[in-house]
């Protein structure tokens, strides 16, 4: 079992900047893979970027340059900091972990996941 929980979502204006934050526990972080999804109102939950066990990262296109996951391993603690924010990136953020191997396209696939945390409210004004 592992055990997630994000923070650190808030309000922010367009252009600024963000970093959020996953507790994980129950397992060690070197043994979990690692992601953030998003969901804004009325669609669906969209894959964010990923981190492998052995810390390989993957990013959504409409996010690559502009955040970066990266992990703490002695604190257990996943983060995502996010720059250069939009309206469009206005969404609740989760944290999700797998302890199953992945591969291919399974890595932006919310089914693939087994664990997922309560979520982060980000919003970004325009």
């Known amino acids: 079992q592992v055990q997630l929980v994000e923070s650190g979502g808030r309000l922010v204006q367009a252009g600024g900047s963000l970093r959020i934050s996953c507790a994980a526990s129950?397992?060690?972080?070197?043994?979990?893979?690692m992601g953030w999804f998003r969901q804004a109102p009325g669609k669906e939950r969209e894959f964010v970027t990923a981190i492998s066990r052995s810390g390989y990262a993957y990013y959504a296109d409409s996010v690559k340059g502009r955040f970066t996951i990266s992990r703490d391993v002695a604190k257990n603690t996943l983060y995502l900091q996010m720059n250069n924010l939009k309206p469009e990136d206005t969404a609740v953020y989760y944290c999700?972990?797998?302890?199953?191997?992945?591969?291919?396209?399974?890595?932006?696939?919310?089914?693939?996941?087994?664990?997922w945390g309560q979520g982060t409210q980000v919003t970004v004004s325009s």
């Open positions: 999700a972990a797998s302890m199953d191997s992945m591969y291919g396209s399974t890595w932006y696939s919310a089914a693939a996941y087994d664990y």
């Open positions: 129950g397992r060690p972080f070197s043994t979990i893979h």
